[in-house]
Nanobody, 117 residues
Framework: EVQLVESGGGLVQPGGSLRLSCAAS????????MRWLRQTPGKGPEWVSIISRDNGGIYYAPFVKGRFTISSDNAKNTLYLQMNSLKPEDTAVYYC??????????RGQGTQVTVSP
């Protein structure tokens, strides 16, 4: 069974940093694309970053480029998102997500990030 469990969210002041983790089980990170998404109340999910399974390419949404860094530790089967220079508009529930070989999308339960003075 595929499971994704996020952790590391919390309350941080503007300009601060957080590192989110996503522990994966039931598959090997690197077998599928791995993504971070975020969502605020009343809005749909917003794509943040991706590690491509095909070439290991890393891509970021324009609004986080230069501030966030996605990475993975294959030995721990864990995906990370290092978030620096956080802004109030980064406040959201952050999810890690993937799509398996038959096109089924999997997402964790999310972790709340709140950026506020």
């Amino acid at each position: 069974e595929v499971q994704l469990v996020e952790s590391g969210g919390g309350l941080v002041q503007p300009g601060g940093s957080l590192r989110l983790s996503c522990a994966a089980s039931g598959f090997t990170i690197g077998s599928w694309d791995m993504r971070w998404l975020r969502q605020t109340p009343g809005k749909g999910p917003e794509w943040v970053s991706i590690i491509s399974r095909d070439n290991g390419g890393i891509y970021y949404a324009p609004f986080v480029k230069g501030r966030f860094t996605i990475s993975s530790d294959n030995a721990k089967n864990t995906l990370y998102l290092q978030m620096n220079s956080l802004k109030p508009e980064d406040t959201a529930v952050y999810y890690c997500a993937t799509t398996d070989d038959i096109g089924y999308a999997h997402r964790g339960q999310g972790t709340q990030v709140t950026v506020s003075p």
